[in-house]
């Protein structure tokens, strides 16, 4: 007789340590590529990338990535309005000693790679990694612990904000704690990671490629 085939191993999702681990690493190359000057900025955003998407592996992400017509247009809407949020921000910005570190982020992020390469990697590999990441793995972790409401939330646009200011770039933590928690309440709110995928990428191009003050991208 023919023995019959087993059922299909499932997908699991990462160790629980994955998550941690990775974020750790993750905090000594952001500042080592971002602040130090002690790697290429775009090679190492790419290798945390491709990081974010091993450690944040979980057999829902395919469901939670799956893509609608509300959700996506969700997302471009945030995208937009955040995007207006910033420009009015950066005229308010011009005669405060912030705007300088403004002008410091963008420089890096255009000259580290030429325009056109830059903009893929926004919209095709680091927003999508950093939702994956952020509102994907870290905030599903932190709503199991405290359970639904605004906690959830508030720690994972906290815990964001702390890792993009590891920088050390002041204007950075400021713009994660304001689109991070637009991110994180329509993850909360819709359960996808669509909108907040597709407000990141259009939120970071737009202020790519035009912002108020800043020579086109």
């Known amino acids: 007789m023919t023995a019959r085939p087993g059922p299909e ?3 699991t999702a990462r160790p629980a340590w994955a998550v941690p681990a990775g974020l750790a690493v993750m905090a000594l ?6 602040r130090l000057h002690l790697l ?3 090679p190492s955003m790419v290798a945390l990338a491709v990081l974010s998407w091993w450690v944040a592996w979980d057999p829902d992400l395919e469901e ?8 996506a247009m969700m997302g471009l809407a ?4 955040l995007y207006a949020l910033f420009a009015v921000g950066a005229v308010a910005a011009h005669p405060t000693p ?8 963008a420089t890096l992020v255009r000259t580290a790679a030429p325009g056109p ?6 919209l095709f590999v680091t927003s999508p990694a950093e939702e994956v990441l952020w509102r994907g793995a870290v905030f599903a972790g932190l709503a199991r612990r405290l359970g639904p409401g605004w906690r959830a939330v508030a720690a994972t646009t906290l815990l964001y904000a702390l890792f993009v200011g590891l920088s050390g770039n002041p204007a950075l933590p400021l713009a994660a704690c304001a689109c991070g928690a637009v991110w994180a309440r329509q993850r909360q709110v819709t359960g996808s990671l669509v909108p907040g995928v597709v407000s990141h990428a259009t ?9 108020p003050g800043l020579p086109r991208g």
């Open 64 to 71: 939670r990535l799956r893509p609608t017509r509300r959700l």
């Open 203 to 211: 939120w970071a191009l737009a202020t790519f490629l035009l912002l």
């Open 78 to 81: 945030s995208g937009l309005a």
């Open 9 to 11: 191993p499932q997908p």
């Open 117 to 122: 390469v830059a903009a893929l990697l926004i």
């Open 98 to 105: 912030l705007w300088p570190r403004v002008e410091q982020a």
């Open 40 to 42: 290429p900025f775009w």
């Open 29 to 34: 190359v952001y500042p080592a590529a971002f």
